[in-house]
């Protein structure tokens, strides 16, 4: 059975930071590239993040560039996002989604991910 678990949202202030984890279980996580989405309030789901199975290639929406950093450690089946300087406007349920593919693809858009998990909320207070 194939679980992704989000954990690290919370309320936080704006300026400041959190660190998302995803830990990903009942796949061969080297096989995947992960990516984290976010849905805010009425509103489409919408790429954050994502990075290539190997790590060696991470891209970033234009709203977040400078400010989060994604990585992922393939020994511990896991993928981390690092939101620094974090707006209001970053508030929102953040989600990790695994996409199979045997190559260096970062998919931006929310079709090429098979699995995903279930969120993690992320309030930023002004």
């Known amino acids: 059975q194939v679980q992704l678990v989000e954990s690290g949202g919370g309320l936080v202030q704006a300026g400041g930071s959190l660190r998302l984890s995803c830990a990903v279980s009942?796949?061969?996580?080297?096989?995947?590239?992960m990516g984290w989405f976010r849905q805010a309030p009425g509103k489409a789901r919408e790429f954050v993040s994502g990075?290539?199975?190997?790590?060696?290639?991470?891209v970033y929406s234009d709203p977040v560039k400078g400010r989060f950093t994604i990585s992922r450690d393939n020994a511990k089946n896991t993928v981390y996002l690092q939101m620094d300087s974090l707006k209001s406007e970053d508030t929102a349920v953040y989600y990790c989604?695994?996409?199979?593919?045997?190559?260096?693809?970062?998919?931006?858009?929310?079709?090429?991910?098979?699995?995903w998990g279930q969120g993690t909320q992320v309030t930023v207070s002004s």
């Open positions: 989604a695994a996409d199979l593919n045997f190559g260096t693809r970062v998919a931006t858009t929310t079709t090429p991910y098979h699995y």
């Open positions: 009942g796949l061969t996580f080297s096989n995947y590239a």
């Open positions: 990075v290539s199975r190997s790590g060696g290639t991470a």
